[in-house]
């Protein structure tokens, strides 16, 4: 599918630009895009650069916020709503992972393969992990 940069993911983002059936990149949360561009839009799937304030260096968008920095390698959590009739998909990148999207996008338009592999089971989710301690001396 084509992938299309919309930035921030505000709504004069998206003027111009032909998301039906593309993965849309932007750095506004994953919800949020997704909402945007596969319920509004009939994109196929969204990848979302959104850190969280704690995190960023400095506002979305500014020049802080796009330069290289630690922080170019976190990935954090983000989800999307179950939608049996879109089936369409949202996930999160790094910001270098977008950056080299964006790299890649300023030499014309790309397309994009995302083989997406899900499911769903009742019941609250559960993360595998451990928590240990240990006698204070």
């Known amino acids: 599918a084509p992938i ?7 709504p004069a983002d998206y003027d111009g630009k032909e998301v039906r059936g593309a993965v849309v990149l932007g750095d ?4 949020r895009l997704w909402q945007a561009a596969v319920v509004q839009r009939g994109a196929v799937g969204v990848v979302s650069t959104a850190l969280e304030s704690y995190i960023r260096p400095g506002p979305p968008g500014s020049p802080a916020d796009r330069a290289p920095r630690d922080e170019w390698d976190v ?15 949202g ?3 790094s910001p270098r992972a977008a950056a080299r999207i964006r790299a890649r996008l300023a030499n014309g ?3 994009i393969r995302a083989d997406i592999t899900s499911s769903f089971s009742p ?4 993360l595998p992990g451990s928590v240990t301690s240990s006698p204070e001396p």
């Not at 506004?28 to 919800?31: D, E, Q, T, Y």
């Not at 989800?79 to 369409?88: K, S």
């Not at 019941?123 to 559960?126: D, K, L, M, W």
């Open 4 to 10: 299309v940069d919309v930035g921030q993911g505000s």
């Open 123 to 126: 019941g609250s989710p559960s």
């Open 75 to 89: 990935l954090q959590w983000g989800g999307v709503p179950i939608d049996e009739a879109r089936r369409g998909f």
């Open 91 to 93: 996930f999160k990148a």
């Open 109 to 111: 338009p790309a397309t």
């Open 28 to 31: 506004a949360g994953v919800g």
